[in-house]
DNA sequence: AAAGTGATCATG
DNA sequence: ATGATCACTTTG
């Protein structure tokens, strides 16, 4: 079972992202407890200039962690009631970041949060060091679907229309 | 179809 | 200090 390194968040959010698909999300509660949901969902965001990106607008306190280096979490509150996770990618100074839309049995970025009791106080950690949230590999691969990206209807073209959402096919085999 | 919810960011 | 915005979920 390998957890993912370094050399992985490295790389770009849009190489990251599909590759993110089939890996094993594992969170560990502080009472011992384990939860560990495979990735069925993600979505790419790529610097300042996606204007769906956080980072579209520069750095401010909020986007500061995308412009590390690969491999920390970025997580937030959105609409004032869901946490979202983001795996931040890419060099320093590149603000990319990995949204993980979804979990197998929980499908919906709030869900898979709130299931897994994550929250702001692990906004910013670093995902290959903590021993509270990482990923691993345990070698399973899945084909996957594109698509455009879901609730970003403020972002202009051609940024709107890219298909930076990854989907496994696990789900939606029609064979 | 629509509202609910609260942190964040840009104004004054 | 105040207001606008928002990468969603749930309800009717």
Not at 88 to 101: D, F, N, S, Y
Request: aromatic share 10%; hydrophobic share 35%; proline share 2%.
């Amino acid at each position: 079972m390998a957890k993912l390194d370094k050399n992985f968040y490295i790389q770009d959010a849009l190489t990251v992202a599909p590759q993110l698909i089939g890996k094993i999300l594992v969170r560990k509660l502080k009472n011992g407890e384990i939860i560990k949901h495979r990735i069925t969902e993600t979505e790419s965001y790529c610097g300042e200039e996606d204007t769906a990106c956080h980072a579209r607008a520069g750095k401010t306190k909020r986007t500061a962690i995308m412009y590390e280096q690969g491999g920390f979490a970025y997580i937030y509150l959105c609409y004032g009631v869901h946490y979202m996770l983001n795996v931040v990618t890419g060099e320093k100074e590149h603000p990319q970041a990995v949204l993980i839309r979804g979990v197998e049995g929980y499908n919906g970025p709030g869900k898979l949060t709130k299931a897994m009791n994550i929250g702001k106080e692990l906004n910013g950690i670093d995902l290959v060091d903590s021993d509270e949230i990482w990923i691993e590999d345990d070698g399973y691969v899945t084909s996957y679907t594109t698509s455009k990206r879901i609730g970003i209807d403020y972002a202009t073209e051609p940024y709107k229309s890219m298909e930076w959402r990854f989907i496994a096919n696990t789900h939606f085999v029609f064979a």
